[in-house]
């Protein structure tokens, strides 16, 4: 079935470092990549997307290309603040006669000062 | 900006007894999502509604969970009796109807239970 599989957290890094959360889907289809941020207590928020192979999707420093060859959505980001503790979720978007979005697991980022 | 409103925020309850969630989308949103989050996991859907139809509701419990949303608009989702393992977030979430927009959430801030 459809599934996505993100690394496994927590994530500590000092700030300033440069971050990668690695991503890889399973699709019977052609789906449409997201990543979504968590802050504590919130509900999840659209970081980026992208729609199609080799797309790059960008937002607040933070980037992801869509692999179709190798089926992955890594998260980068080269400085890290401390501001950008949260969690990442992954998640791809199939079009079922509706459209039914699958979300991994989460990574947990902790940026120490 | 526009956010989808849920309430309550938390909510403590004993096992058996019934609770319910109310879910207000984005203004316009014809999609409506409810999720359940267990803690250190990924929100998984409990029940999609296009307008007020229920697309796809093949991973809610049906014995002791229900859903409606009656006017197309706002929502609630009801579990009785509730057992101490339905302790988690429940998330709602919209999507805008506007081509190449369709598939992009907005997540309400969740409710958090609590089964004693």
């Known amino acids: 079935g459809d599934s996505v599989t993100q690394m496994e957290g927590p994530v500590t890094l000092s700030e300033e470092a440069f971050l990668t959360i690695n991503c890889t889907y399973t699709?019977?289809?052609?789906?449409?990549l997201f990543w979504y941020v968590q802050y504590p207590g919130e509900g999840l928020q659209l970081l980026l997307k992208?729609?199609?192979?080799?797309d790059k999707g960008s937002n607040k420093g933070f980037e992801a290309t869509y692999r179709k060859e190798t089926t992955s959505f890594h998260l980068e980001k080269g400085s890290v603040q401390v501001s950008d503790s949260a969690v990442y979720f992954c998640?791809?978007?199939?079009?079922?006669?509706?459209?039914?979005?699958?979300f991994g697991a989460g990574t947990r980022l902790f940026v120490k000062a | 900006e526009a956010e989808v409103a849920q309430s309550p925020r938390y909510k403590i309850t004993e096992k058996s007894q019934a609770v319910a969630f109310w879910c207000d989308p984005i203004?316009?949103?014809?999609?409506l999502y409810w999720y359940r989050q267990i803690l250190g996991q990924g929100p998984e859907l409990l029940v999609q509604?296009?307008?007020?139809?229920?697309?796809?509701d093949s991973q809610l419990p049906k014995d002791r969970f229900s859903a409606e949303r009656l006017k197309g608009v706002d929502s609630t989702l009801k579990i009785q009796p509730a057992e101490l393992g339905d302790s988690a977030m429940y998330l709602c979430?919209?999507?805008?109807?506007?081509?190449?927009?369709?598939?992009?959430?907005?997540f309400g801030p969740g409710t958090r239970l609590l089964v004693l």
């Open positions: 979430a919209s999507t805008p109807r506007e081509r190449g927009r369709e598939e992009t959430q907005y």
């Open positions: 699709a019977t289809g052609y789906p449409s």
């Open positions: 992208a729609t199609k192979a080799d």
């Open positions: 998640a791809l978007s199939l079009n079922t006669g509706g459209f039914k979005t699958i």
């Open positions: 203004s316009g949103h014809a999609t």
């Open positions: 509604f296009q307008d007020e139809s229920v697309v796809d």
